[in-house]
């Protein structure tokens, strides 16, 4: 037997019309005998048993072969893409609707589509499919167990089946009468019509299961929106006439919008139950505030709140509006106010669920402190006892909370594990305003470990999401958009994004949280000096908490873009950073102290702090910076060339910087003063030319004048010695003057000499080949095919190529380097078994060095085993030719075989 007939014994449960038996004898696969007794089974056979209603297991059992599989709709019902080929290939018909309206029951779908073929209306008394569903389906049903589908009280457990009066809920899910599950069910819609148009329930007997089923609601409100039952309270709010709601059941029509991001339908309900009231009960006034409060506007929040009727009692309500009174005064940056209130919310706990909201406060007002021990303690705690009260609301926020304030403490992998399971569970429970949240956080955890793709993505999807929910915490994501698109060099859309922002922070009130980061990203992204300068200054006005650290650095940045001093902010955003154990704004404020200082210590501490976050592209950034210092030793210059290559990769703006004095010697011989080739007539004479050549020979080494004398004029006789001295002082004068035009640096900056000794400076100018042999053996050393490829393309030709009769260590020195750096190219592609790169990298070799032995034979034998026999026929024509000019005897072409 094939398809889910896998035991020995099984049952197939289903309501008439459902394709039992036709089911049954395809996955019997024409081995199946139909008996209406059977004795005993022989060992190779099974029985199945068909039935339209759920058998007693104790009779099941009786038959000695133990608990039967039971099969059931889920099995039988038809997928919409099969509904559809039926209406299309059997009728002729096309109706997106019939599989909601059948919920793929295979007879109602066949008497929908032939009611649609002829243009007769779906579910009319008199119609075949009405007929078939009264007499074939409800008729059979136990007495009352129609109740539930005649009437409407939304969506259906087995515990408000009870409630009402009926205990039937799980016989008509296994029947199929009831579709959904695990939990929640809703009638077959077409069944459901019939069964309300036959009108066997009394309308007394409605008014009293719609009255119990409210009741049940009431009660159980806030356990079925922690348990993520949001969407099913809403329809069932939505089938009660406004008259019939009742104080309890509106409030919890509210929660349930809020819960699924439908804010402004929530804020319009509170209110409305509000309206007239001066002072709110309780449990009004903690939802109303906390709504308003996630919508992001702390002051209207502590307006509602502090309307809530205080009793000092210890309940739950009392308990809420505490904790959130503390949230909204953490949001507002009121540090005493909220310490106070969340100390209030702890002693007014009485169970679980309020115990971690007040944790929770305590945690934001320890936040707004800088005491991070005791915001990681409160919300560990907070998150074990929302775990244990079942509140998921409350379990979404404390992850949320959690992961952020591990963010700032640079524990970015960590917070992307805590924050995970809140955006899954979110998304999966329709808690809107929750993954929203969920996904800000989670794109600026993306975007800190350089995953920039997947920080817009997740940005954008918040933004979709507070956009939906007319929400002005809109800001967080946006500014995590704007400061994207600035680390990706794209102003305009980065200016957009923060200005966006601002609309969305100052709306109403002041929401600091997402004013004052969107103020420095503005700032920081602002061409116009005076702007830049008076949105920094706003930043500082409105920031506190760790914010403060943030907008400082911001303000830094726009007075050092302007030449006026930043000392002041680095040192002040450091110390608020240390403060709050804001590691990543410590790390800003080092980088800004760096700039104004000129010093490379805080820029070592920035990049060790990023590194320690895993912050990649941060790290990279100081990586670069400290390579173009202007006393970098030629190992950080070749780290800032490699964190360059990666940030451009990434997609990440880096700006061209050009060193004060580089020169070329790869391939020729250039000079270059700050990115501007010298031009031939600033030389004045060729012998200031040839001077820097020997210097960079030399490779900082001392050279004597004596012998500069003789290598740029020739042998000098005695009689000569004070005109040639005088020459080489007018050459080294020019090299200076050529080297440092404007005079910005000491005279011995580039070119140091003694009455005996000249010699170059080469921590103070960039010598490519220098650089390059620096990059070639840390290419050796890590064998990383991209950066051997790198190394490959970065050398553009042999030292001083412009002069090819200058023999120079230095020259061999790089040639060597190179042939080593293209044969471990080799190496890497052979193993890959990329013979294409094999053949590319051996020709690379013997262009640079014709005359190896070695490169010939590999090219010859690679290409003879690909099969490629006349390139491989040519190639032993060159190498025959390059052993006979060496004199030594050329290996025979291998034969084909």
Known sequence: MTGPLRGRFAVVVAAAGYGKSTAVRQWADHTWTVVEEFADLRPAEKLVVVSRTPPALANMLKLGLGAPTEIGPRHLALSAREVDSVLWTEYGVRNSEVHELTAGWPALVHLAAAALSTGQPLGTPGTPLFDYIATEVLDALPPGAENLLAVDIGPITAELAAAVGHEEATTLARLGLLVGGPEWYLPVPLVATVARARAKVSPARQKVMIALAAEWHAENGQRLLADGAAEHVLRFVRTLPPGRRGYDVELLYADAQQATGETARALMIYSSLADGLGSLPADLAWRYGAAVYLWGNPHDALGILSRGELTGERDTDQAMLLAWTAAAHWLAGADERCADFAGRAMAAASDDRTLAAAHVALALSAHLRGDPMALQANYSTALGLATSAGDLPMVLRIRINLAAALEQEGKLTDALAVLAPAVELAGRRGYVSSLALALANEGALHQQLGALDDAVRAYESAVAAYQRMHSLKAAYPLTGLGDVYRLRGMLTQSRAAYAEALRAATEDGNNRQGLVPALAGMARATDDPVEAASLAERAVEHASGHWRATALVARGWVALRAGKDAAQDAREAADVAARHRDRAGLAHALELRAAVSGERQPLAEALAIWEGCGAVLDADRVRVAIGRLPRASVEQRLLGRLAEHRL??????????????????????????????????????????????????????????????????????????????????????????????????????????????????????VVDVEDWLVQARHALRTREPEVLAATDRAYTGEVFADDPYAATALRDEAHATYLHVVRALVEHFRREDDIDYVICYLLRVLAVEPSDEQAHWDLVTTLADAGRHGEAARAHVKYAAAMAELGVPARPLPKRG
């Open 648 to 765: 451009r990769a990434a997609d990440v703006a880096v700006q061209e910087v050009a060193p004060p004095v580089a020169v070329r010697v790869l391939g020729g011989f250039d000079v270059l003063v700050d990115g501007v080739p010298v031009p031939p007539t600033a030389w004045q004479s060729r012998k200031a030319r040839d001077l820097l050549r020997v210097l960079v020979a030399r490779r900082g080494s001392p050279v004597p004048r004596e012998e500069l004398a003789d290598l740029l004029w020739g042998p000098v006789s005695p009689a000569d010695e004070a005109k040639i001295a005088h020459r080489l002082s007018v050459a080294l004068s020019t090299l200076r003057g050529v080297l440092d035009p404007e005079r910005r640096e000491p005279i011995d900056h580039y070119v140091t000499a003694t009455p005996a000794h000249v010699a170059l400076a080469p921590e103070n100018i």
